[in-house]
């Protein structure tokens, strides 16, 4: 079974970090590509990076330059550093697999960025 656990999230003021992290389980986590995906209040999903099992990312252009993907194949983790927050940032933010033709998500951790 697919299993994806988010942590990490919390209020932050404008300019501060945060580190997200992503426990994975069921599948070869090395594998398979990982994706943070984040969700304002009223607004769609919203790709934020996508990291490849080589270690290959890309970041969606609001988030360049701030954000750092990574992953820890050897404990079957993502991560997502997060900094210079902006209040545009505030979501909660999930992660994302694409396994054997479904997309599994975890529950998510919210980011509050706000003074």
């Known amino acids: 079974e697919v299993r994806l656990v988010e942590s990490g999230g919390g209020l932050v003021q404008p300019g501060g970090s945060l580190r997200l992290s992503c426990a994975a389980s069921?599948?070869?986590?090395?594998?398979?590509?990982m994706k943070w995906v984040r969700q304002a209040p009223g607004k769609g999903s919203e790709w934020v990076s996508t990291?490849?099992?080589?270690?290959?990312?890309a970041y969606t252009a609001s988030v360049k330059g701030r954000f750092t993907i990574s992953r820890d194949n050897a404990k079957s983790t993502l991560y997502l550093q997060m900094n210079n927050l902006k209040p545009d940032d505030t979501a909660l933010y999930y992660c994302?697999?694409?396994?054997?033709?479904?997309?599994?998500r975890g529950q998510g951790t919210q980011v509050t960025v706000s003074s």
């Open positions: 994302t697999v694409y396994y054997q033709g479904t997309t599994y």
């Open positions: 069921g599948f070869n986590f090395r594998s398979y590509d």
């Open positions: 990291i490849n099992g080589g270690g290959i990312s």
